[in-house]
Nanobody, 122 residues
Framework: QVPLVESGGGLVQAGGSLRLSCTIS????????VAWFRQAPGKEREFVAH????????YNDYSEKGRFTISKDSAKDTVYLQMISLKPEDTAVYYC???????????????WGQGTQVTVSS
């Protein structure tokens, strides 16, 4: 079973909103920390936010004063990233990842989804 599956990306105009979903195979992943990262063309993968299984959240400094919100629905084994007031510079492939400890570093995460493209037009 695929450990992590993202969905919800797409094309949106600047100022619009998207909600990304990351469905987790608990049997494979367990009760790990789940994070969202993003990677724009030609740039390194960067941390967006993470959430522990108890619900404690941490955001990158640019996640930007409430524009991005990470949350989880334990009943559905799903973690969400709600994004509002999107800007063209938010355009990237967004990945969810699961790991044993809260971290902003990609290599700390054992499991990765396939990524979902978010494109924000101006």
């Amino acid at each position: 079973q695929v450990p992590l599956v993202e969905s919800g990306g797409g094309l949106v105009q600047a100022g619009g909103s998207l909600r990304l979903s990351c469905t987790i195979s608990i049997r494979t992943v367990g009760n790990y920390v789940v994070a969202w990262f993003r990677q724009a063309p030609g740039k390194e993968r960067e941390f967006v936010a993470h959430i522990t299984w108890s619900g404690r959240t941490t955001y990158n400094d640019y996640s930007e004063k409430g524009r991005f919100t990470i949350s989880k629905d334990s009943a559905k084994d799903t973690v969400y990233l709600q994004m509002i007031s999107l800007k063209p510079e938010d355009t990237a492939v967004y990945y969810c990842a699961a790991g044993p400890v809260p971290s902003r570093i990609p290599r700390s995460y054992n499991y990765w989804g396939q990524g979902t493209q978010v494109t924000v037009s101006s």
